[in-house]
Nanobody
Framework: QVQLVESGGGLVQAGGSLRLSCAAS?????IGWFRQAPGKEREFVAA????????YYANSVKGRFTFSRDNAKNTVYLQMNSLKPEDTAVYYC????????????????WGQGTQVTVSS
């Protein structure tokens, strides 16, 4: 069992930046980020194959969000730039031992979520 802990959420003005962290208690094959806005379904944001560094982004965040990782700390970061009010949501970190993709059903491990609020 891998524990995932997110941090880095907060309140920021439109156009601003935040960096989310996902600290894992063990190594996983993949880490994905999902978000859920009030009244909406949870949606895919981005994913990374930890060892290879291959990254995948939803069209809505491509060019604005970027992954990085610190293998020594077992931590993956999501740098979010040029934030928009529509990015407001609870952001969840997810991980899996063997799978990666845009469906939340592919991920076995989940964090508790961190709130990101972007004001206009």
């Amino acid at each position: 069992q891998v524990q995932l802990v997110e941090s880095g959420g907060g309140l920021v003005q439109a156009g601003g930046s935040l960096r989310l962290s996902c600290a894992a208690s063990g190594r996983t094959f993949s880490i994905g980020w999902f978000r859920q806005a009030p009244g909406k379904e949870r949606e895919f944001v981005a994913a990374i194959i930890w060892s290879a560094g291959s990254t995948y982004y939803a069209n809505s965040v491509k060019g604005r969000f970027t992954f990085s990782r610190d293998n020594a700390k077992n931590t993956v970061y999501l740098q979010m730039n040029s934030l928009k009010p529509e990015d407001t949501a609870v952001y969840y970190c997810a991980g899996d031992r063997i799978r990666i993709g845009a469906s939340e059903r592919l991920y076995e491990y989940w964090g508790q979520g961190t709130q990101v609020t972007v004001s206009s």
